[in-house]
């Protein structure tokens, strides 16, 4: 009875370590990756990688249109959160802030979890399930319920990055990690999920094992925030 309460812990332990390997992403291209919804029983395009996100023609995207994110372009196909949050405030922040846009929309789209994952273009068909992200998993939805929707608890984002309101920032010519220089990786200026990490897992631009970021925050302690923050 030990032995077989032993050997069951040792697997639940080997499915976990593996599961959370996964889950962290390989930094070896999507495939494989958390954003590797290929075959999802909610991915209305199974065998797909990239519609679930980007679709080729615009298949009526109602769905994926919203004031402000149409002219992002990208061929985005998953539907858009409406929720309005409320904002990150503190006494000490520089940069201007207002309701998220650009990229940080097409993430929280789905992270924020009021948006069904398999909501998207008209010619998948209608979303077999209604999973969330927090069906998934709950460590996942950003901001967590317990914030609902408010951005307080989350790092600043759609704020824009500028050293000349906060000598505490980096110049935007200095880099993050091997993704590009902070300039490259602003969207509209500002600070977008984005910028920390790589959605797409791609080969040497996100560290493998470490929430799809662009750089590790641990092989030099606390390196991703050390790339903007002059601390
Ligand atoms: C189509 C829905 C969708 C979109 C859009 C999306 N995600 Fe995700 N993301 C997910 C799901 C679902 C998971 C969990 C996958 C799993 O573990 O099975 C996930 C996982 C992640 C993880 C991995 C967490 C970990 O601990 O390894 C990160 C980080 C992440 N997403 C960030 C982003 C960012 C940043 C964007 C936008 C640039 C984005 N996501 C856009 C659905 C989405
Ligand atoms: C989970 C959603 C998701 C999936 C799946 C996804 N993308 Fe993206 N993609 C995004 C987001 C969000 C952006 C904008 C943010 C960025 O550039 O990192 C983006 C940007 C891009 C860009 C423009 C910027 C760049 O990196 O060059 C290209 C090209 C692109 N994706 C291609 C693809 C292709 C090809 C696939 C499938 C192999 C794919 N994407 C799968 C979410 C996704
Ligand atoms: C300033 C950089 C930065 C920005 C901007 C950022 N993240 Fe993260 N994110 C991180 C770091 C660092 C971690 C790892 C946290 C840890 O190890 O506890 C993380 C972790 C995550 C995770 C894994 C679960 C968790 O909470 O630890 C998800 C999912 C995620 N981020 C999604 C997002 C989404 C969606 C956005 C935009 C709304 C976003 N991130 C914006 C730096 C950032
Ligand atoms: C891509 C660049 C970038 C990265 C990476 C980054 N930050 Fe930031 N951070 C900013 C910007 C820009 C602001 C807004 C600064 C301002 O205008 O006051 C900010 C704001 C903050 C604030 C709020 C400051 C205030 O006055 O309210 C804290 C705290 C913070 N960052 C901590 C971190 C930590 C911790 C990390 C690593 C997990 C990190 N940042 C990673 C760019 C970044």
Redesign the pocket.
């Known amino acids: 009875m030990k032995k077989l309460t032993l050997g069951f812990m040792a697997m639940a332990l080997v499915i976990g370590i593996s599961g959370i390997a996964m889950a962290n992403g390989l930094g070896a291209g999507?495939t494989g990756s958390p954003?590797d919804?290929s075959a999802e029983l909610w991915n209305t395009r199974t065998g797909e990688?990239?519609r679930?996100?980007?679709v080729p023609h615009d298949h009526n995207r109602t769905l994926a249109i919203q004031t402000g994110i149409e002219t992002n372009g990208?061929l985005w196909n998953h539907k858009l959160s409406d929720v309005s949050y409320t904002l990150y405030a503190s006494p000490t922040l520089n940069g201007a802030i207002a309701q998220p846009t650009g990229?940080a929309k097409?993430?929280l789209g789905c992270h924020d979890g009021t948006v069904a994952l398999g909501a998207m273009d008209s010619k998948a068909v209608a979303p077999s399930t209604t999973t969330v992200i927090q069906d998934v998993d709950a460590g996942y939805q950003t901001p967590s319920a317990a914030m609902g929707v408010s951005l307080q608890g989350t790092h600043p984002i759609s704020v824009t990055y500028d050293p000349t309101l906060d000598a505490g920032l980096k110049a935007t010519t200095e880099t993050i990690g091997t993704s590009g220089t902070i300039a490259s990786l602003l969207d509209g200026g500002k600070v977008q999920c984005?910028t920390c990490h790589?959605?797409?897992d791609s080969v040497g631009e996100a560290v493998a094992n470490t929430h799809l970021l662009r750089q590790s925050n641990t092989a030099t302690a606390s390196g991703l925030c050390l790339a903007c923050h002059i601390k």
């Open positions: 999507i954003h919804f990688l990239c679930v996100c980007h990208l990229t097409m993430c984005s790589d959605v797409h």
